[in-house]
Each structure stands twice: as C-alpha cells, then as structure tokens.
C-alpha cells in the first residue's frame, strides 16, 4: 500500500508514530504538507499537484487536518476522493466534527446522549436559554475551540450574560450547554477505528480546573469501557462520518454523553496511557479498506433518471408488518433494500427471509415514483397557543 499523511508537522508524536507504523508494516508513506497541494477542477479529470508536481498515486490518504486550516484541508480531502483515493476520514465527516453545534445537531436526531446544548445570538434569549438548559453553572464554548480553548464555566446568569456579549461582540459564535455535575472534571476519551474502540483514557481535572483536556494539564488513567459507552462512541463517529476517531464523552447519571468527536486525535496521551500500538491499529485498518474508496452516493446512485436513494419507514398498522421482505413485493416495484434499520442496530443487506416489523427503517435505491408512494406524509408538530383573556 501507498500511503499519504496529510500533516503540517511530519515531526510531531502522531505523525511520526503513523509513518513508522506503516513502515514497520513494509508500506509506503510519506508525511505531505496540506498547505502544499494544488487543486486542479477539469471535465472528467480531478487532479492534484504537490510543490507545484504533478501528484503519483497513492491508494490511500490519511488526513490530519489541523482545525485552522479546515476548509482547504477537507478541500484537499475532496479532491482524493473524487480521484477514487481511500480516505481514512470523509471531507464531509471532518467538517461535520469540527463544527461544535453542526456535529451535535446530527447526532441530535439519533438516539445518542448528549448534553443539553442551546445557540442563541440575541441578548434577550440568553436567560431563557440558559433556564432550559438546566440553569446556572452553565458551560460556554465557542464553536471552533480546540484542546479546551475557548471553554469557559460560568458559575451564574448574569456572568454568563456577560461573557456571551463580550464574545458576540467580537463576532464570536458561542454555545451553552448544560452543566453536567456528576462528571467531576473528568471524561473519557474513546479512540475509534472503523466499527470498534481500540482504546480507551479516562481524563482527569487537576485541582480547580474543570477542563480535563492533555493540554490543560489534566492526567490520563486507564479504563475498560462497558458496552454501552463503546457502542455509543463507535456510533457517534458513524454518524458523523468519521472512520478514525476521538470521541470523547462525559459520564452522566444517564450513561455517556457525546461532548465532541475529533476527526484528528492524537496519539501520544492514549498510547502511553494505554500501552497500546494505536498508530499500527490504524495503518492496519485503512490497509484493509483500500480497494473501498468513499462513495458519495449522492452523485454515484442518482445519476439515472427517476431512481435515487430514499428511507422507508414501516409504521404500525402497516400491510409489510410482518411480511418477509422477499413476500413483501419492493423487489419487483424495482426497490432494493441495502439496509435495515431496527432501533440501534443496523442489518446491512438483509436476507430474503428476513421479516418485517413496525417501526423497522429500511435504507433502500430504486424507482422514486415508486418509492414516493410508500413514503409516509410529515407529521407537523403542533404548538399550543396561550390565549390571554379579553382587556376590559
């Protein structure tokens, strides 16, 4: 395998330790500057230049996309995957997490744990929100911050208030999300790849500071993760697109809570923390995936007329509940079923046999005409107006 590391420092811990485990391994890699590729846009050609060369190829790309540089990295990441190159991590997917509020909104739809967050710019909501959220201590992030910058406790309402203005005023994007005590300055750290956790760190806070982050001067301890919180973390990088992960999660009276998914973790805390060959996991993993480059489905499965890709949900009640899918006649209204979805868990490709309950999701690419039929109409939610008695 040829492989690229996209990294602005080829000296860096994490760098290094990918580079020698792909060597160790009899691959080749190279450490390539993002910031020295060019993007060249032609009719049926996508074409990449490094230091103004034209670019060898490679079968896979590894990005290590620093979070200043988001947009021409995961433009760099785009234009591999238009060329068919394996990426380790998505362009969509690296965008997806580095946004705070964008990653927490699509895994918000899911039935993950995350902490109660609210995005607010007029002054006059900042109280309401705060209030729904659970009230004061309040954390208050800003959408971009990295390594526990930008991450500030605010211990009551009217301090909040004024950190918000201060930030706004400097245009400055901001979250609230809610307080989650129980923690006690720690969290853990899940490093995903692929469809499993093959490490875990709890982080903890020293003495008054309640950011637990490497870089702030928190400490690393082991842990063995339960079920639960690895079914969450791998879950949580699925739905955002990621293959190669750092999801880190706060412990809650509820089970685990999403805080933020890193599309670039590092590696020097996890691997002495764990003792682990974290770098070798992954150059392992993307060499087993390379003759599996991104698809975007979007450009690749709707490029014949009247077909495309749609959601079937199968509500109570439903004629297909309790139909195997080989009775259930989608096949021959030209529908085929690429996945099943039944609560959390997914069935990819699932049997002829295989029955249908209420409630089952079913991924599937066929006839839009057809599949518009079976689509069922929005329910919109209805809001209750408070009526205020007539004036005398």
Do not use: W
């Not at 899940?190 to 709890?202: H, I, N």
Request: charged content about 25%.
């Amino acid at each position: 395998m040829k492989l690229a590391i996209l990294s602005r420092n080829n000296k860096c811990y994490s760098s290094r330790r990918l580079r020698e485990a792909a060597l160790q391994r009899d691959h080749q890699v190279k450490v390539l500057d993002t910031l020295k590729f060019s993007i060249d846009v032609m009719k049926a050609k996508p074409d990449l230049y490094f230091r103004s060369k034209q670019l060898s190829h490679y079968d896979a790309v590894l990005p290590r996309i620093g979070a200043s540089i988001t947009y021409f990295g995961t433009a760099v990441v785009r234009q591999f995957e238009q060329m068919d190159v394996f990426s380790a991590n998505s362009s969509t997917g690296i965008a997806n997490s580095r946004d705070k509020l964008r990653s927490l909104q699509i895994l918000s739809r899911h039935h993950i744990g995350i902490p109660e967050t609210t995005f607010v710019r007029d002054k006059r909501d900042v109280l309401p929100a705060i209030e729904r959220v659970g009230g004061a201590p309040v954390i208050i992030k800003l959408l971009e911050g990295t390594q526990g910058v930008g991450v500030i406790l605010a211990d009551s309402a009217n301090i909040a208030c004024a950190i918000i203005e201060t930030l706004q005023s400097t245009k400055q994007n901001v979250l609230l999300q809610k307080f989650v005590s129980e923690s006690k300055g720690r969290d853990v750290r899940a490093f995903v790849v692929g469809d499993r956790v093959v490490g875990a760190m709890r982080r903890v806070a020293q003495g008054q500071e309640f950011r637990s982050n490497v870089h702030r001067g928190g400490k690393t301890e082991l842990v063995e993760l339960d079920d639960t919180y690895r079914e969450t973390a791998v879950r949580a990088a699925q739905i955002l697109g990621l293959r190669i992960a750092g999801v880190d999660m706060l412990e809650g009276a509820d089970g685990p809570q999403i805080m933020e998914v890193n599309s670039s973790p590092g590696l020097e805390g996890i691997e002495i923390c764990t003792g682990l060959d974290i770098a070798g996991a992954v150059i392992d993993y993307i060499a087993g995936q390379v003759d599996f480059p991104e698809l975007d489905l979007r450009q690749r499965l709707t490029v014949s007329s009247g077909y495309g890709v749609s959601e079937i949900h199968i509500p109570d009640g439903s004629e297909y509940v309790g139909k195997e899918l080989q009775k259930s006649g989608l096949r021959t209204k030209d529908i085929n079923v690429l996945s099943l979805h039944r609560g959390d868990k997914v069935v990819p490709n699932p049997k002829p046999d295989r029955k249908l309950e209420a409630d089952d999701r079913l991924l599937c690419f066929g006839r839009l005409e057809e599949m518009r039929h079976l689509v069922p109409p929005r329910k919109r939610k209805r809001t209750k107006i408070a009526r205020l008695p007539p004036t005398s």
